[in-house]
């Protein structure tokens, strides 16, 4: 897979490149991006391409499970710029419906180490459904259970993003909004979960 990689590039620079060279050539100074996407690292959820942006027009961090987690200094360090330097206006966080990350939370028997250890940063998603479902009596099928727990997870993130002091310092100021959508790959189309607009939060 390797040398596709390397020729596609070749084929991008000849098709693509030399026609917007001077687009390029204003990015390389400078970006501008309007939105800082959370999203997961599922090879089947490109962001340039199932939101039809620009480079430059949107900031991407990308993890199993599209997870905010207040220990990890990648993603810290994504939404400490994108805030005090890019002030980017708009944060969403993506989820995806069939994620393998929301499915591995049900495999307790598992072999691996470091992903379970991830996705403690999740597991509250998948009580919160149970429970609710429990107290329903409601026997679902797997498949639409997960697809709950994948919505549920985007509001727990959205949740843990609001944690970080300067995210709501953010939102008390009025210049940034944060977003939950969840993307359908059987549809390609996005649904919008939830958005705080504005949402006042205590210092």
């Given at each position: ?22 687009f ?23 962001v ?55 499915n591995?939370?049900d ?49 727990l ?47």
């Amino acid at each position: 897979m390797i040398t596709p990689l390397l020729e596609g590039n070749k084929r991008f620079v000849s098709e693509y490149f030399e026609k917007e060279r001077e687009f390029f050539r204003g990015l390389a100074k400078d970006q501008k991006p309007t939105v800082l996407w959370i999203g997961c690292s599922d090879s089947r959820v490109p962001v340039n391409t199932i939101t039809q942006t620009r480079p430059g027009e949107v900031f991407v961090h990308r993890n199993v499970g599209n997870i905010v987690a207040s220990n990890d200094w990648n993603l810290s360090a994504v939404l400490e710029f994108s805030i005090n330097h890019l002030n980017i206006p708009d944060i969403v966080i993506c989820g995806h419906y069939g994620c393998g990350g929301i499915n591995a939370l049900d495999d307790a028997d598992g072999e691996d180490k470091y992903i379970p250890i991830w996705l403690n940063n999740a597991y509250k998603a998948r009580e919160r459904v149970d429970e609710k479902l429990q107290g329903l009596h409601i026997d679902m099928p797997k498949e639409d259970r997960m697809k709950l727990i994948v919505e549920e997870n985007v509001r727990l993130q959205l949740e843990h993003l609001q944690e970080y002091p300067f995210v709501r310092r953010a939102m008390q100021a009025k210049t940034l909004n944060i977003h939950g959508w969840v993307y359908d790959m059987e549809s390609g189309e996005i649904k919008v979960m939830k958005s705080h607009k504005n949402r006042q939060q205590p210092s």
